[in-house]
């Protein structure tokens, strides 16, 4: 089996990005032959700091390999260090639909939240599309929020086939039963962002522990006292899930614990179970990231297997469209 997953390096890493995303890569690199990217190119969809895209670029790679990515065992990489990615994009938007960008969600809402609006984004699923789909990916380990992007993938991997021959493996998603959406602390109808979320209600990977627990213990909860998931109640909800998570026991489970007592309770505990989760990962992390010639030359490692890997699936995308190859 073949998994691949991507994460751009924009914002500060937060807790849902470990739950969603680096916390699934280190359990699916167990499943197979893992691919795991830092989608460099994504993030120039928007406007940036080149300076802060090569910093955050190394951060980022530092952050996937202390959350539990052995580079000896999955191939870890930078997107643009594989040229194959930009040449695919290019190729598979020949079977995406003009239609079928404007309708992804993503797009529409961070449209209208700018005054420029780049090509790029309107067509950046074209390019995550290619992402997957050099590496015959045949699972997906994405938070919830990307299933639209999948699905796109999919509809594009599958029109290929039809119009120029079976190329490409159609990839399913993995998502995560819990903790699927973490959610803003202090807006927790919002899931957890580190652009377009709260700094007192965003936990940070990175956040001293005493801030973490600070930031627990100020957290928006419900009406009335009672410990339960449910639609009405997100705050404790949201609180219920990180807990779940934390402590890997289920969320019925941590509703019978609570039973009885009060917010107090939960927010302390919740703090320091995540306290906890993110110690060993802060700790590594920082060790990774003082010692930079090592994270190039682990770059380069893993650009060496992406480029190997995707080779044969972008010569068989130019045969099969009619290129004249030399």
Not at 72 to 88: I, L, M
Not at 150 to 168: K, P, S
Not at 287 to 294: F, H, K, Q, T
Request: net charge negative; with cysteine.
């Amino acid at each position: 089996m073949k998994i691949f997953s991507g994460i751009q390096p924009t914002g500060d890493k937060h807790l849902g990005n470990y739950v969603g995303g680096f916390r699934q890569y280190a359990a699916t690199q167990e499943l197979g032959e893992g691919f795991f990217c830092v989608v460099d190119l994504h993030s120039i969809t928007a406007e940036y700091d080149p300076r802060d895209l090569h910093e955050r670029t190394l951060d980022l790679f530092a952050m996937l390999v202390a959350t539990g990515l052995d580079p000896k065992r999955s191939t870890v990489f930078a997107q643009s260090h594989v040229t194959a990615h930009a040449e695919a994009s290019w190729l598979l938007s020949a079977v995406t639909s003009y239609g079928q960008l404007g309708r992804m969600t993503q797009f529409k809402d961070k449209a209208d939240q700018r005054e420029f609006v780049s090509a790029g984004l309107f067509t950046y699923p074209v390019l995550m599309a290619g992402d997957i789909l050099l590496y015959q990916t045949d699972r997906v380990p994405i938070g919830d929020d990307q299933r639209q992007h999948l699905e796109l993938a999919r509809d594009v991997a599958q029109r290929f086939n039809t119009r120029f021959g079976e190329t490409f493996v159609v990839p399913e998603g993995i998502y995560p039963e819990v903790g699927a959406r973490i959610m803003d602390l202090q807006e927790p109808t919002k899931k957890m962002s580190t652009t377009g979320g709260t700094e007192q209600g965003t936990i940070k990977v990175l956040d001293d522990p005493d801030l973490i627990r600070k930031k627990f213990r100020s957290a928006v909860t419900d009406s009335g006292r009672e410990v339960r998931r449910a639609d009405d109640k997100p705050g404790v909800t949201n609180l219920v899930d990180i807990l779940s998570v934390a402590t890997e026991r289920s969320p019925q489970d941590v509703e019978r614990a609570y039973d009885g007592a009060g917010y107090g309770d939960l927010k302390r505990d919740v703090g320091e179970a995540v306290v906890e989760l993110l110690a060993p990962v802060r700790e590594r992390y920082l060790e990774l990231r003082g010692d930079e010639p090592e994270l190039l030359r682990l770059l380069e490692v893993g650009a060496e297997k992406a480029r190997a890997a995707a080779a044969p699936t972008l010569t068989a995308m130019y045969e099969r469209m009619g290129f004249v190859r030399l």
